[in-house]
């Protein structure tokens, strides 16, 4: 089944200690993104890769981090999160911006509900 | 750059009526047009899409026609139910903008069904 795979779903956590959500997917997508969604904020991206060892900025990269030394998984890293970084997370995956696969449909986890207190 | 607008609502319907969850967009060349739901607790899913004029998209009972001329997708269900309560988020993915992978979505309609 074609799926992106979000870990750990919740988490509640403490200012300032580091955590990783992890995201997996196995539809062999180049393209795969972090978004954080705050009400009446929409979706708003926060990193995204092209593909194995290519990242970069979203619109809201401000205390994240991110790698992809595999092609498959996308981890997104908090390294001393703040209160502000509560939200709701989400990784996407999709084919990159070419011809015919501007026509397929971007990928979403489940969600990650992080609380930072 | 792209952009999408739709109604934020919350919007509250009682079961059976009509729905409708209007979406305009902005973008250069042809874009493909996304519907994505989004259920309480739950990831965003596909409902439907259509990649090119005059296409139409359907699922579950919903639809969506893309009008190039009136750059519009709008959402239409004949009658809802209470499972339909979720936020539905309009998108497009084009050749510019949106994040390098052409995506840009509107901020999401919160639709609540009453029985």
């Known amino acids: 089944e074609a799926q992106v795979t979000q870990n750990p779903r919740y988490l509640i956590t403490v200012t300032g200690k580091k955590l990783t959500v992890t995201c997996s997917q196995n539809?062999?997508?180049?393209?795969m993104s972090w978004y954080r969604q705050d009400p009446g904020l929409g979706l708003r991206q926060i990193y995204y890769?092209?593909?194995?060892?290519?990242?970069d900025k979203g619109d809201v990269p401000e205390g994240y981090k991110v790698s992809r030394k595999e092609k498959r998984n996308f981890p997104l890293i908090l390294e001393s999160p703040s209160p502000n970084q509560t939200s709701l997370y989400f990784c996407?995956?999709?084919?990159?911006?070419?011809?015919?696969?501007?026509?397929?449909?971007?990928?979403f986890g489940q969600g990650t509900r992080l609380t930072v207190v | 750059g792209n952009s999408v607008t739709q109604m934020e609502g919350p919007v509250t319907l009682s079961e059976e009526a009509f729905l409708t969850i209007n979406c305009t967009y902005t973008?250069?060349?042809?874009?493909?047009l996304f519907w994505y739901v989004q259920y309480p607790g739950e990831g965003l899913q596909l409902l439907l899409k259509a990649t090119k004029a005059d296409d139409k998209g359907s699922n579950k009972g919903f639809e969506a026609t893309y009008r190039k001329e009136t750059t519009s997708f709008h959402l239409e269900k004949g009658s809802v139910q209470v499972s339909d309560s979720a936020v539905y988020f309009c998108?497009?993915?084009?050749?510019?903008?949106?994040?390098?992978?052409?995506?840009?979505f509107g901020k999401g309609t919160h639709l609540i069904i009453q029985p």
């Open positions: 890769s092209m593909n194995v060892e290519v990242t």
């Open positions: 998108a497009l993915r084009g050749l510019s903008g949106g994040g390098a992978d052409g995506l840009t």
């Open positions: 996407a995956s999709s084919f990159t911006r070419t011809g015919r696969a501007l026509r397929t449909e971007a990928f």
């Open positions: 973008a250069t060349g042809y874009p493909s």
């Open positions: 539809m062999n997508h180049e393209y």
